[in-house]
């Protein structure tokens, strides 16, 4: 039994080698799946990470553009409120000369009426101190206080002869 010994242990050493180098080429079989699985999980990472790259680089210029708009918008805003503030401005100016003009107006028509009341009491006294001279001078007085109105004659219409009507003459009566 002897020589059988070397070798049922060389066979042993052999089988134990071959055993590892079994578990060996699992293991390599087993990492190499799991390393083809982490290569698909990288890929779809990396697809996943250009779309947001690209949906972000959008997002972005988006943002930017809007960002342009309301800067544009706001400049438009503080031009329309300046021009309006100026519109408040030139018609309160407006007013104020509107204003001024009919105070003008009005003093001046005040100023015109007391004129006429003057010149209605001077007149009254003119006419007094006339009738006072005829008076004593024994003349009839010529000035009346009250204005007489001349009757309007009224001119009597027409009549309308009625023109005889010729052939082929259309009556619209």
Known sequence: MAPSAPRTRTAAVLRMKQV???NQSRTITRLRAQLATAKRE????????????????AS??????LTEIGLSMSKKIKKMKAKK?????????CHQKFQARIQEAED?????????????EENDRLLQTIQGLQEANGAPAQFDDEWEEEPKEHPKEEE???IPMGEGEIDDE
């Open 160 to 162: 309308i002869e009625d």
């Open 108 to 120: 001046s028509m005040q100023a015109q009426h007391i004129i006429i009341e003057a010149l209605v």
């Open 60 to 65: 972005h210029m988006t943002i930017t553009g």
């Open 42 to 57: 990288s890929d779809t990472i990396k697809e996943e990470h250009k779309a947001n790259q690209i949906a972000l680089e």
């Open 20 to 22: 590892a180098l079994d």
């Open 85 to 93: 503030q100026q519109a408040r401005e030139s018609h309160v100016v």
